[in-house]
């Protein structure tokens, strides 16, 4: 599914702790809380293959032994590179990932937003058709998150006001970064969310709206998922 035109990298986060999700209950790593049936990064590696990218750079924190022996079984077909690093915010994690994927256009992701196989690949056919120089964020407006980044699109799909307190969509845990990458000041940033802001003030951010994302940070974010997939054959599809 990617372009002949340029090769495709790809890059996962997974290096959250998932503590909201380990006060529900759940004691394995984040990325392998079962949903549908299947651990998160399961789901993130298959929409990855459906979409034509076998080459991945994927962030682990240093807590993650279930799923970095999930993948040594799982996960053969593709070329894995794998961070092993706890990391101080979710902007550190990103940051490291897209350094990692310089030089051609990266779609980054994180493990915990799930959604359909088939939103997932036109979100790359998608941002592969805007301006070369262009970031692309996949962004839905099902909001389920407790605290979603807002954002509005134009006509056109650029976002305007991005973290804003009212916008039509909310971003969705998808990330096209083009191969020359414009760059915001300063590295310390607390959350990727403050990052990306910035970089809006700087440069055109474009945004491709999917009708359905979940964002997996409670046990009611699971549910809701599944519940979702008996409904409509969602997750996997």
């Not at 240093?62 to 894995?80: I, V």
């Not at 440069?203 to 699971?222: C, K, T």
Request: hydrophobic share 45%; glycine share 8%; aromatic share 6%.
């Amino acid at each position: 599914m990617t372009s002949n035109a340029f090769p495709l990298s790809g890059g996962i986060i997974a290096a959250g702790l998932g503590t909201r999700l380990r006060a529900d209950g759940y004691r394995m790593s984040k990325a392998m809380v079962p949903v549908g049936g299947r651990p998160l990064i399961a789901h993130a590696l298959d929409r990855f293959r459906a979409a034509g990218v076998v080459s991945l750079t994927i962030i682990l924190n240093e807590e993650s032994d279930d799923c970095r022996e999930w993948l040594d079984r799982n996960a053969r077909d593709l070329d894995l590179d794998l961070i092993v690093r706890s990391t101080s915010s979710s902007f550190a994690s990103f940051d490291i990932v897209a350094k990692r994927l310089a030089g051609n256009p990266a779609l980054i992701t994180t493990v915990d937003s799930i959604l359909p196989v088939g939103d997932f690949r036109r979100f790359v056919q998608s941002a592969a058709a805007f301006p070369k120089d262009a970031i692309v964020l996949g962004v839905t407006p099902h909001v389920e998150d407790e605290k979603p980044l807002r954002a509005t699109l134009d006509a056109e799909g650029r976002i305007h006001g991005l973290g804003a307190e009212r916008g039509t969509h909310v971003t969705a845990g998808l990330y096209w970064l083009p191969a020359d990458r414009p760059t915001a000041p300063g590295t310390g940033f607390a959350r990727l969310r403050d990052h990306l802001k910035i970089l809006a003030d700087r440069a055109p951010i474009y945004g491709v709206a999917l009708p359905l994302v979940y964002d997996i940070d409670r046990a009611q974010d699971i549910e809701a998922a599944e519940r979702a997939a008996r409904a409509h054959e969602s997750i996997g599809k």
